[in-house]
């Protein structure tokens, strides 16, 4: 099993806060191939430690929680997928836009027996084309009914939600239901569902995280996507700073390495007090592979200095060189916890 | 062990006129396009490469600065191909009008580029990208001035939508499902209706309450106006998917050593498979690759003495990126090695990470390099 590089991981700046503790829906976004849902996963676990029950929610249709959990396609009800310490409990739904959809028709319009059929022939993809907006409202509201839901004594079915969010780049369009709403509907349920929903989103409920990693790229979509999610009035969360890998080099050696300036000849030194005599390539691999080290380094320096133009608080988890099993998934929620999620 | 994919020999094959990268959002799909077609042009060959939606400083890197949507010569000091390197960036919008424009009279054509549903259809819709790509390639090919096409393809969630999209904007605009929806009894005739029953007409109702009468009333004037040309449209896809199957056309899947980007890539490799398109190979993009042969338990033991003894730290951390990089290394090719194993027939080319983004000529070069395993 992977053990997280604890070493990898630096005191960020401000870490999680009181008011990120408040939130109770937090979506989760990231540029792709960030490992958005490896962190949701993670801070759905890290959310559920001591006893509290978290709904892990995906809207992308694309099964990836079943995958990270190492099940079979979850089906569109809200299933029980782990346990976290402490007595915690987490359950996953994957919505199904146009399962919402049947399940919207049959409660409001009595409409559920034709459903299959329409289904089949394309007829509710037809409608959500006409409507583009409508396949996401139908989606937020499904999660904001799971946020709302209360139990019979009044406490909330669900302490905390996890939305597996689309990515950054149609995060903002997916959450402000409000201008998919106009061009929508204006009348009827929708409407009212939808309204329950903008107040969700724009509430000190909801957080918006965004997952990146040390990369130039990640980084500008992040800064990019707060502007975006400020511009909508929707709140900027933490930032995820995703698989962080150890720095192996003194800070004050990175600029000369990065360079290409290692010195081969005190390294051939060095490794000879350590008993190794490598030929002269095994050398100079070696001192290639450092001048590559060096330069990643000194690119996530700056990734780090732009980062920090979004002034969020921001957490870190390390890279996972064997991969993410469900066990990593739990010393990932682990470190999270120990930056103070909760 | 997989086959080597020898990229120079495909770039260089006359026979070769288009390449198409495919692949998951995020694994480098448009630079990898842009270096082969860069390499390409070096190699002599007139090349132009269709990019969607690039890095703006990939397209800077090209010197596209807008989109719009014609092939334009690559002009960069230092990187003389005799005008042969050529790139566009993708204006989807506007090659649907001018598809519109192409296939109505200009009344009925301005009916249909000022009908609200069509603004929608022709600007968000999830598979209009694909298709205009599609069809801008069609354009391309039939242009007949390139020796060599080398394609992007839209930053979908999955591969395959390339090849899914346009079917499903055919089946949007081929109006069956429109005029079942505004006069049912007319369009579907009595079998279709007798199957879904009462329930369709209930449907009917909810759905214009829900999404509005006018937008119904839109759209179905919208399909009425452009049903006429429709038969066009759906012949150049046609065409265009016969393009796709030609032995002159190479698909590539691109790839990062992910989980998720390998199972996406086996997924289009077995789609490609079933429809008899031409698969050249897989690009796996970002490999580390070790240059040392020290074994990883050598390379840590000695750190660790070196680290108790204190008086060597720069080789001791070398010893420690090594042994990072050795783990990263396994790993990776654990992953391919996965793959492989399903598809022990696909050639595979190992595109070594630079440390740093793409964002100039000379990165696009190294890339090129790298892609031909130089």
């Known amino acids: ?342 | 062990m997989a086959a080597k994919l020898h990229v120079d020999k495909l770039l260089d094959d006359p026979a070769t006129k288009v390449i198409v990268c495919c692949g998951s959002g995020g694994v480098g799909k448009t630079t990898t396009a842009a270096a082969l077609a860069a390499r390409a042009a070096e190699r002599g060959r007139r090349t132009v490469v269709l990019t969607i939606d690039p890095a703006r400083r990939l397209a800077q890197s090209l010197g596209l600065r807008e989109l719009d949507n014609t092939p334009r010569r690559v002009q960069v000091e230092g990187f003389d191909t005799e005008d042969r390197l050529h790139a566009m960036m993708l204006d989807m919008r506007r090659t649907f009008d001018d598809m519109v424009l192409a296939h109505a009279g200009p009344e009925r054509a301005e009916q249909i580029l000022g009908n609200p549903f069509y603004q929608t259809i022709s600007s968000s819709f999830s598979g209009t990208q694909e298709y205009m790509a599609m069809e801008k390639l069609g354009q391309l090919a039939a242009d007949g001035s390139w020796d060599l096409i080398v394609v992007d393809t839209p930053p979908s969630r999955s591969a395959l939508d390339f090849l899914d999209a346009p079917q499903r904007l055919s089946t949007v605009l081929d109006g069956r499902i429109i005029r079942l929806l505004s006069a049912p009894a007319r369009a579907g005739g009595r079998g279709l209706l007798k199957i879904v029953g009462a329930g369709f007409g209930l449907f009917t109702k909810a759905i214009s309450t829900i999404i509005g009468g006018q937008l119904l009333a839109d759209a179905s004037a919208f399909v009425q106006a452009f049903d006429s040309m429709f038969g066009g449209f759906r012949e150049r896809a046609q065409k265009t998917y016969q393009l796709l199957r030609s032995p002159g056309t190479a698909f590539l899947v691109v790839a990062a050593p992910e989980p998720d980007a390998l199972r996406e890539a086996s997924y289009f490799v077995e789609r490609l498979a079933a429809e008899s398109m031409p698969l050249a190979g897989l690009v796996l993009n970002r490999t580390h690759p070790v240059l040392a042969k020290l074994p990883v338990g050598r390379a840590l033991a000695a750190a660790d003495e070196l680290d108790r003894a204190g008086d060597a730290p720069l080789a001791a951390a070398v010893l420690r990126v090594h042994a990072d990089r050795v783990a990263v290394a396994t790993r990776e090719q654990r992953l391919l090695a996965r793959f492989t194993k399903a598809h022990p027939s696909v050639a595979v080319t190992g595109v070594p990470a630079l440390a740093e983004d793409v964002h100039d000529l000379a990165g696009l070069r190294e890339i090129g390099r790298r892609l031909a395993g130089e």
């Open chain 1, 1 to 342: 099993m992977a053990t997280p590089r604890l070493d990898a991981v630096t005191t960020p700046i401000v870490g999680w806060t009181e008011e990120l503790s408040r939130a109770r829906l937090h979506v989760v976004t990231g540029k792709g191939g960030t490992g958005k849902t490896t962190v949701s996963a993670a801070l759905a676990i890290a959310l559920a430690t001591g006893g509290r029950r978290v709904l892990l929610v995906e809207v992308e249709e694309r099964q990836g929680i079943a995958q990270l959990f190492d099940r079979p396609p979850l089906p569109y009800s809200e299933e029980r997928i782990a346990s976290a310490p402490g007595g915690g409990e987490i359950r996953a739904l994957a919505v199904d836009a146009d399962a919402a959809f049947m399940e919207y028709l049959a409660m409001f319009y009595n409409l559920g027996f034709a459903g299959r059929t329409l289904r089949r022939m394309g007829a509710i993809e037809f409608v959500t084309t006409l409507a583009p907006g409508l396949r996401d409202v139908l989606q937020t509201g499904k999660v904001k009914e799971c946020v709302g839901r209360t139990e019979a004594t009044g406490r909330h079915m669900y302490d905390h939600v996890v939305l597996d969010a689309p990515p950054t780049g149609r995060v903002v369009k997916f959450l402000d239901v409000t201008k998919a709403v106009q061009d929508v509907a204006k009348v009827g349920p929708i409407k009212g569902q939808s309204e329950g929903v903008v107040r969700l989103m724009h509430s000190g409920d909801t957080a918006v995280h965004l997952v990146t990693l040390l990369e130039e790229m990640p980084v500008r979509e992040t800064l990019d996507a707060v502007v975006e999610l400020d511009g909508a009035d929707l709140r900027p969360g933490a930032v995820f700073v995703n698989r962080v890998r150890p720095a192996r080099l003194a800070d004050r050696s990175v600029p000369a390495a990065a360079d290409g300036r290692v010195d081969a000849a005190r390294v051939r030194a060095g490794l000879a007090a350590a008993g190794l005599k490598l030929a002269d390539d095994e050398v100079q691999g070696l001192v290639e592979e450092t001048v590559e080290h060096a330069v990643r380094l000194r690119a996530e320096t700056r990734a780090r200095e732009l980062l920090a133009e979004a002034d969020l608080p921001a957490v870190e988890l390390p890279e996972l060189v064997d991969g993410v099993d469900v066990g990593a998934l739990y010393e990932l929620a682990e470190v999270l916890v120990d930056q103070g999620v909760r």
